[in-house]
Every structure is written in structure tokens, then in C-alpha cells.
């Protein structure tokens, strides 16, 4: 009588953050999916995302799809990400780069200005404003008061 031996695929798992392949499982999912745990990092993460936000490289593609002009909603069309994501990830992003150094003196001030009101179109307020093309940015704001006017 000869038994057959089943065939054992063995398949390394490595931590997604640190390639480390200290794991360990730890527990199921609510979609019954294995969990596991780095035992260096003490991160869990699964194997198989059913949401494309949890997988780093799929998120790595956000940042440049913006730079090269794609929207939002473009990016959520092409890697079927939430707009939460998207902008959660541009944000972690932008806090990660450094601001531009200049010159403290500004060349060239664009001055605009614009009205409302408020309560009631008779209480019109006017606000000024001044961009900085260079910087890209609005570096001064305030209130236009007309002659005489107090408050």
C-alpha cells in the first residue's frame, strides 16, 4: 500500500514596511482573512487588500498622477481609491517637504480686492489682498475701509 505525499508549498511572508520575516499570525479579519503581526515593527497587516488604499504601492501613484495634472476624481476613477484617501495622502505628503526658502523682500505684488456683505447688502465689506507670483501665495489680506469710516 503506498501513500501519496502530498506536495507542501511553503510561501515567505515579509513585513510590508521592513521586509523583515519575523511573523507571526495574529487572528482573523471580519472578512475571515488572515491577520499577521511583525514581531519587529509591530505591524499587522493581511496579504490579500480588498481595499486598494491599503496597499502602499497602489498610494505611491497619487502624488504623481497630481503633479501631472490628473484630479481627484480622475485618480479615483484610475486607482478605484476613495476621495478620503487621495486627499489624505497628498496631505501626509505635502507635510513631508520643505518650504521653499525667499528672499524676504517681495519683487513683484499682484493687489486685488473684493466685496461682500454682511447681514445685508447694504453693509457691504471690501477686502484687499495681495499675491506673491513667486512664492505663489497670498502674503497680505485685510480690510478696506472708506473714508472716514470707523470699525
Known sequence: MSYASAAMCYEAITCPRYSSASIVKNGKTAQRKQRYLCKDCRRQFIRDYTNWGCVGAVRDLVVPL????????????????????????????????????????????????????????????WTWYGYDRQRCKVVAFGDRKKAGEIG
Open 66 to 125: 497630481t503633479i501631472n495634472g490628473a484630479g481627484i476624481r480622475d485618480i479615483e476613477r484610475v486607482l478605484f481609491l476613495s476621495p478620503n484617501t487621495i486627499l489624505k495622502t497628498l496631505r501626509e505628503s505635502a507635510t513631508r517637504l520643505d518650504e521653499p526658502t525667499y528672499s524676504r523682500r517681495v519683487r513683484d505684488l499682484e493687489m486685488g480686492e473684493f466685496w461682500s456683505f454682511v447681514g445685508a447688502k447694504r453693509k457691504p465689506r
